[in-house]
């Protein structure tokens, strides 16, 4: 590419110089921007929304449940006289929220290995791989010792909200780890140039994107009482 | 092409992309915000007192924004990149807080 070159990780032309205008260039808007990076900022855009509804249906239900387990307090079916503790385990969710965090920066450094030449993409790759599969994992648990405590989907308003905003958010994050798998075997399979940092950058931005609806979940759903 | 590249004023951006040494000083700072974070829902006179919910969305709210503005490269991208992420979320966030108010428990305390 003499005349322009698409940058690797912001999708846009610059170049040595020469005739070729942006719109000239195969996937690009006559702005000079890759179409491919405006499609993933306009669904992340579309997402923000998809998130928001759930976190607000989360939190207007929030503390209207007629029934347990709470979230935050213990609670004593009359029926029964049974006892549920508060479900939320909070040292097990906030090591999650740790691996999803190391992720981001594992996938970042991955993008940053693929437009430098680095050599280490394909590690930093299988390392966001696995921290995200480490998250799904704690997910895994978390509802497992849910639905064995009493809580199910359909239990109250509670578990409804809760099941299927963090629910989203896992088939998210499960999507994601698929897209990774992608890159890396793409990698193994004739390496990841420069000239692919676009690609990689497409699968970073969704993935640090899920990262940052987390970081708003954690918040919301598991440390405000 | 210079034309190109002044149009959309992109070269400087480039030149001050972060380096792996800024992904980690980020990454780091992102730990210790969340270690904050945990460390104040064990206190309980601090979550019973009424800086507990504004220190932590503000404190989510950084953390939110240090990875928008360093991992996404928001920071560093073209302002449409930045128009099309930051105007659906400030409709998602007007949305929120007025579902809130017709809704939640902000609601209630108004009709009380």
């Known amino acids: 590419m003499t005349t322009a070159t698409l940058t690797a990780d912001h999708g846009h032309t610059h170049g040595a110089g020469g005739a070729a ?9 006559t702005l000079g921007l890759d179409h491919r990076k405006i499609a993933i900022w306009a669904f992340i855009g579309s997402e923000c929304m998809l998130f928001i509804s759930l976190i607000s249906t989360y939190l207007i239900y929030k503390g209207k449940s007629l029934v347990g387990p709470y979230p935050h307090e213990k609670w004593t079916d009359p029926n029964t006289g049974e006892t549920f503790n508060a479900i939320l385990n909070i040292p097990v969710t906030s090591a999650s929220t740790f691996v999803l965090l190391m992720s981001s920066l594992a996938m970042v ?3 940053n290995a693929v437009i430098n030449r680095t050599g280490k993409a394909k590690w930093w790759l299988l390392t ?26 359909k239990t109250n308003l509670f578990g409804s909200s809760f099941f299927t905003l963090t629910g989203f958010h896992g088939a998210h994050v499960t999507v994601g780890v698929l897209w ?12 990841l140039k420069p000239e692919d940092g676009l690609i990689v950058d ?24 | 092409m210079a034309n190109a590249a002044d149009a959309h004023g992109h070269d400087a951006a480039h ?31 601090l979550v019973a007192s009424r800086i507990f919910i504004p220190m932590l969305l503000i404190l989510s709210a950084v953390k939110f924004a240090i990875v928008v503005m360093f991992y996404m490269h928001l920071k560093y991208d073209h302002k449409l990149f930045r ?19 017709l809704f939640g428990k902000v609601a209630v305390r108004l009709a009380a």
Do not use: N
């Not at chain 1, 205008?21 to 808007?29: D, K, N």
């Not at chain 2, 992309?17 to 006179?45: C, F, Q």
């Open chain 1, 21 to 29: 205008t942006p719109e000239h260039q195969p996937h690009h808007t």
């Open chain 1, 109 to 111: 450094l991955a993008h």
């Open chain 1, 128 to 153: 966001t791989i696995l921290l995200g599969t480490g998250f799904l994992g704690f997910q895994a648990y978390e509802f497992t010792s849910f639905v064995h405590e009493g809580l199910t989907i």
């Open chain 1, 180 to 191: 990774l798998c992608t890159l890396l075997a793409i990698d193994l399979k004739r390496g």
């Open chain 1, 202 to 225: 497409l699968s970073a931005l969704y993935w640090h994107f899920v990262d940052v609806v987390w970081i708003a979940i954690f918040t919301l759903v598991y440390l405000i009482p």
């Open chain 2, 15 to 45: 030149e001050h992309h972060p380096t792996a040494g800024t992904y980690w000083k980020v990454g780091i700072i992102l730990t210790i915000i969340t270690v904050w974070e945990v460390w104040a829902y064990y206190i309980p006179s």
């Open chain 2, 83 to 101: 128009a099309l992420f930051t105007g659906p979320l400030l409709v998602a966030m007007a949305t929120v807080v007025g579902l809130l108010f």
